[in-house]
């Protein structure tokens, strides 16, 4: 059975920095294109940020510069470091491993954790 485990997530500053992490079980984690996702209250879930096993990267605009994506396969991780954070950031940050290319799409991903809070305050 596939799982896949955000954490991370919390309260910050605008400006302030968080990592969000995700750890899955279940998969040859290597194998899978990662993707970060978040949805705001109200709004849909959105594209944020992917990686291929390649480790090849796709970012949202809004986000590039300020996030990076990446993985350790090893550890059947993949990570997102958020810096310069700002208040239009706060969301519901999912992961989710796709059985084929990365996509800013979120019907291309199979599997999908549970997801983690992300508030930045003004």
């Known amino acids: 059975q596939v799982q896949l485990t955000e954490s991370g997530g919390g309260l910050v500053q605008a400006g302030g920095s968080l990592r969000l992490s995700c750890t899955a079980s279940?998969?040859?984690?290597?194998?899978?294109?990662m993707g970060w996702f978040r949805q705001a209250p109200g709004e849909e879930r959105e594209f944020v940020a992917a990686i291929t096993f390649s480790l090849s990267t796709k970012y949202d605009e809004p986000v590039k510069g300020r996030f990076t994506i990446s993985r350790d396969n090893a550890k059947n991780t993949v990570f997102l470091q958020m810096n310069s954070l700002k208040p239009e950031d706060t969301a519901v940050y999912y992961c989710?491993?796709?059985?084929?290319?990365?996509?800013?799409?979120?019907?291309?991903?199979?599997?999908w954790g549970q997801g983690t809070q992300v508030t930045v305050s003004s």
């Open positions: 279940g998969v040859t984690f290597r194998y899978y294109p």
């Open positions: 989710a491993a796709s059985k084929n290319a990365i996509s800013t799409d979120p019907a291309a991903y199979s599997y």
